[in-house]
Structure formats: structure tokens, C-alpha cells
């Protein structure tokens, strides 16, 4: 199984879990997903990644993972393309259609949104 596959997987897991909040984690620069607890006061409608494990990894975190509940869209929400203010990082939506999204912070400060593919990870 390719670093793609093991990334969807773990992602998939982790949504079949707590399919009635968002879940998030990070995501190495080897590309392995670290789950981490949502602090937000909304879980069902937002998303905080607990920052000790933030500062954990912070010299080695590609990017983060978030999931939209049952109930949400399945596009990122504006909230969350407000939230990808960091250019170093790639930010990941996953939805229970099994649809992964990514969106990042590009030059000149536009926002980059695709679907997600292995080619995202493997350009780096």
C-alpha cells in the first residue's frame, strides 16, 4: 500500500469513528496520520487541533486533516479556507462520501483548492 492509500485509510478510520464530529490530526512529512483530539466547543460543526500535539510534531508536519460530519457539505467550508493562512502547510476536508479535498494558501496569497490526489504528495 502506497503513502496515498495508507493516508485515506487512516483517514477513513478515523472518520468511521466519530462520524457525528469533526475529527482532525496531522499529517507528517512522511506522510503518516497522527490523530489528535478536537478542543473546539462546537466538534459537530468545527474543528481545533489540541496544540501540544502541534507543537509535538511542529518540525514535522506536512499538513492537517479535518472531517465534516454526516450533516455538513462536502466542500470546505469558509471557515476552513480562512483557516489556511499558513503557506507551509497543506490542509486536507474528508466527508463521509468518501470525497478528500485539499486547499492550500498559494503565491500572492490566493487559495489553491483540488481534489485530493496521490499527485499532491508526491510532488514534494
Given at each position: 500500500m502506497d503513502r496515498y492509500d495508507k493516508l485515506i485509510t487512516a483517514f477513513k478510520a478515523h472518520m468511521a469513528d466519530n462520524p457525528l464530529v469533526e475529527c482532525c490530526g496531522l499529517i507528517t512529512k512522511t506522510f503518516e496520520?497522527?490523530?489528535?483530539?478536537?478542543i473546539s466547543f462546537d466538534p459537530k460543526n468545527s474543528?481545533?487541533?489540541?496544540?501540544?500535539?502541534?507543537?509535538?510534531?511542529?518540525?514535522?508536519?506536512?499538513?492537517?486533516?479535518?472531517?465534516?460530519?454526516?450533516?455538513?457539505?462536502?466542500?470546505?467550508?469558509?471557515?476552513d479556507k480562512n483557516s489556511a493562512i499558513f503557506k507551509e502547510y497543506k490542509f486536507i476536508m474528508g466527508n463521509h462520501s468518501n470525497k478528500f479535498y485539499i486547499y492550500w494558501l498559494g503565491s500572492l496569497d490566493t487559495l489553491k483548492f483540488a481534489e485530493f490526489n496521490e499527485g499532491h504528495i508526491n510532488a514534494d
Open positions: 496520520y497522527i490523530p489528535c483530539d478536537n474543528f481545533i487541533i489540541d496544540p501540544i500535539k502541534i507543537y509535538e510534531y511542529a518540525d514535522n508536519c506536512w499538513g492537517f486533516f479535518h472531517s465534516h460530519t454526516i450533516h455538513h457539505d462536502e466542500l470546505p467550508s469558509e471557515t
